[in-house]
């Protein structure tokens, strides 16, 4: 008999796991279950495993030349051929589901309650069943936990958070390294680095919810790393953090990374608290993360709204003008243009909409300091803009609710294409002039005659090229264009490698 763990994909706030991103619930569930049944067989499956043994019969088609890439089954794992079988011996079947911060996803689509509760039953899935992730303490997508209720006592046996400890955790992160032997594409591995926040509680935020400040020894992080380094994985990113610059030391935590794995070709962060940012310390850590980190490399700053009332109400971290400081001090050490034609470090914002006190004078304050860091010729790497979403326990459900979100519905649209239109687009010219060479660009799904690629890494930049090129090849890019958020290009040439 086997254990079997389903991947639906997981999205937070501070933390990656929707692919090409591997997240930790997988990895620690899978290095908990080898330590406590050493014995047992342990397989990893992903919802595209099982869509495309419901949806298709286990049959995967070739993509035609008017057709899409299917995301919904792109992300396969080598157990996919032999499913039956692998579900035919499970005993046990641990589904990951939860995603809090839905966006779109080029090469996948997460698993919803509702989908994955629909095809395991369909399927007459006879073993114990265990709901883990996200959606345990949370809630998953816009609607927070209310769904979940619905369904829990109805199919799921148990339901099981799995809270380790950070010591726990030490020997379940290297063991749980093994998983990526079940895995066929690229992956980036996201690497917990700390968990709670130590500023604030932000309204709309569960990360107070889910675990108080601690952080993990850097000797424990560089240690998975070089389990999975061992193991041939090349691409990572220091994630699960609310503040990368807020870790006891982050300087030489990066300095050990590089010493312990130097062949490492992308090593990128998360989020960042911009009020750490522009102090002597901040620049100190700003500068270690350009020496040491890969180029294309983004600090994810929640700005969250740039209204001074909104921010009162919400009780957010940073106000505007803390926030331009940050921009200005990681423009000055990262702007420079890195060898794979990105810049070595830029901030990002992230704007919410739905706030508690929202009104169209917050639009208006976003748009002035926005254009001002565009008049100050400051770079951004890109502008996350979305809708809060709703999770019991937090000060924006219990003060309004969907107030705000009902309110200035009608707006939205207006509000965010603005944005793109007038600040985006001039920005991402900036960045990448027509003709800029980019390098190390991956090509990944079709969308009927033009092939979709990026560069490995933190948000990368979504690159539309005319012509169906070999998917999973590396090519060097020239730009030639621009959409609001991403960009066209022509193959200059294909690499052998990246």
């Not at 243009?337 to 990105?342: L, T």
Request: with cysteine; net charge positive.
């Amino acid at each position: 008999m086997a254990l079997t763990i389903v991947d639906c994909y997981t999205d937070e706030a501070a933390g990656l796991g929707v692919p090409p991103y591997l997240g930790t619930y997988p990895r620690y569930l899978y290095g908990y279950l080898a330590s406590k049944f050493p014995n047992q067989k342990i397989y990893y499956l992903t919802i595209d495993d099982l869509r495309l043994l419901y949806f298709h019969k286990n049959k995967v088609k070739e993509t035609l030349e008017h057709q899409t890439t299917d995301i919904r089954i792109y992300n396969l794992t080598i157990n996919s051929p032999n499913i039956k079988q692998v579900l035919a011996e499970t005993e046990e079947l641990f589904v990951i589901v939860g995603v809090q911060v839905p966006g779109k996803y080029l090469t996948a689509l997460p698993g919803t309650m509702h989908e994955i509760t629909e095809i395991l039953r369909n399927l007459q899935i006879n073993c114990k069943k265990t709901l883990t992730g996200p959606v345990v303490f949370g809630g998953t997508q816009l609607v927070g936990g209310k769904f979940f209720e619905k369904i829990e006592e109805q199919f799921f046996e148990k339901k099981e958070r799995f809270n380790f400890s950070y010591e726990e955790m030490k020997q379940y992160s290297v063991k749980g390294a093994a998983i990526v032997q079940q895995i066929i594409n690229y992956k980036i591995i996201e690497i917990e680095t700390g968990k709670g926040c130590n500023v604030g509680k932000c309204s709309f935020c569960t990360e107070p919810l889910k675990a108080k400040v601690s952080y993990r020894n850097n000797e424990d992080i560089v240690q998975e790393i070089k389990a999975f380094y061992d193991l041939g994985e090349r691409y990572f990113r220091l994630g699960k953090q609310t503040c990368f610059y807020s870790l006891p030391d982050p300087i030489n935590l990066l300095k050990n990374i590089r010493e312990q794995c130097p062949d490492i070709k992308v090593l990128h962060i998360d989020n960042v608290n911009p009020i750490f940012v522009p102090t002597k310390k901040g620049e100190e850590i700003t500068k270690a993360i350009v020496q040491y980190c890969s180029s294309g490399n983004i600090a994810a700053h929640g700005v969250e709204s740039f209204d001074s009332v909104v921010t009162k109400e919400n009780l957010l971290n940073c106000n505007a003008e803390m926030a331009l400081k940050a921009i200005r001090v990681i423009n000055k050490y990262g702007a420079e243009k890195g060898e794979n034609g990105m810049p070595k470090f830029l901030p990002g914002l992230n704007i919410i909409f739905g706030l508690k006190a929202e009104s169209k004078q917050t639009h208006k304050e976003n748009m002035k300091y926005l254009q001002q860091i565009l008049d100050e010729n400051l770079l951004l790497r890109r502008i996350n803009i979305r809708q809060a979403a709703l999770f019991e326990g937090t000060k924006l459900y219990e003060d309004c609710g969907d107030k705000f979100l009902k309110k200035n519905k009608k707006y939205y649209w207006k509000w965010r294409n603005e944005i793109r239109q007038k600040i985006d687009l001039p920005n991402l010219e900036r960045i990448l002039p027509k003709g800029a060479i980019l390098k190390n660009v991956i090509a990944e799904i079709y969308d009927g005659k033009t092939t979709f690629m990026r560069q490995i890494g933190t948000y990368p930049l979504i690159i539309g090229v005319k012509g169906r090129y070999p998917l999973h090849k590396f090519y060097t890019i020239k730009v030639t264009n621009y959409m609001l958020r991403s960009i066209t290009g022509e193959v200059v040439k294909e690499q052998e490698s990246d």
